[in-house]
């Protein structure tokens, strides 16, 4: 088993794949512009510490191939994924790990939220806000269909996790995070809040 942590992130770029527009075959963007996620000032901050070693998970799923036991964020620690590696899906599938009764996200919100992603090929963290310590901020009509699917419907104030095939990820992979064609990709997501 592969546990990731704070600590264990590589480096904390800002990953263009969860917050970016899909991108084509060839690696080009398909959006317009910049298509890096902006910093909400209006939103708090993302906890930062280590989740602690007693916390239980809230989510345990058996993939295809592999595992994932997922345990939400804190107000003071970011959430972690313990991978049983490699973790692969046939299916996106959402869990909502904290219910909220917030307003419900519209398929082309704009929201913040806070989020970790994780590679199921070999539990590697690509991306991190919690690494950062600060939200993002971006339309869900601009994210990968994996991401939208994780958080529209859902409430402000929501935890999810999803696991997402590489159908809705990146088919072609993305070199520059590590993602190769076919990796199942994992996020935890806190959404702070939701426009639209």
């Known amino acids: 088993?592969?546990?990731?942590?704070?600590?264990?992130?590589?480096?904390?770029l800002m990953?263009?794949?969860?917050?970016?527009?899909?991108?084509?075959?060839?690696?080009?963007?398909?959006?317009a512009g910049d298509d890096s996620p902006t910093t909400s000032a209006a939103a708090t901050s993302c906890p930062s510490g280590a989740a602690s070693d007693s916390a239980e998970p809230a989510w345990d799923?058996?993939?295809?191939?592999?595992?994932?036991?997922?345990?939400?964020?804190?107000?003071?620690?970011?959430?972690?994924?313990?991978?049983?590696?490699?973790?692969?899906?046939?299916?996106t599938t959402v869990e909502t790990l904290e219910p909220?009764?917030?307003?419900?996200?519209?398929?082309?919100?704009?929201?913040?939220?806070?989020?970790?992603?994780?590679?199921g090929r070999d539990g590697s963290v690509f991306d991190s806000s919690y690494e950062r310590g600060m939200p993002a901020e971006f339309p869900l009509d601009g994210v990968?269909?994996?991401f939208q699917k994780a958080i529209s419907g859902q409430n402000v104030g929501a935890t999810v996790a999803v696991a997402m095939t590489s159908a809705d990820g990146y088919p072609s992979g993305n070199p520059a995070a590590g993602i190769e064609p076919d990796d199942t990709l994992v996020f935890v997501i806190e959404i702070l809040s939701a426009d639209g």
């Not at 990953?15 to 959006?31: E, F, H, I, Q």
């Not at 295809?64 to 959430?79: F, K, L, M, N, Y």
């Open 100 to 119: 909220a009764d917030g307003a419900v996200v519209g398929d082309t919100a704009t929201v913040s939220v806070c989020y970790l992603g994780v590679n």
């Open 1 to 12: 088993m592969f546990t990731v942590r704070r600590g264990a992130v590589a480096s904390a």
């Open 144 to 146: 990968v269909p994996g």
């Open 61 to 91: 799923y058996d993939g295809a191939t592999g595992s994932i036991a997922v345990t939400p964020p804190t107000d003071a620690a970011a959430p972690q994924v313990d991978v049983t590696t490699p973790f692969s899906v046939n299916e």
């Open 15 to 31: 990953l263009t794949m969860a917050l970016s527009a899909c991108s084509s075959d060839d690696g080009t963007s398909d959006s």
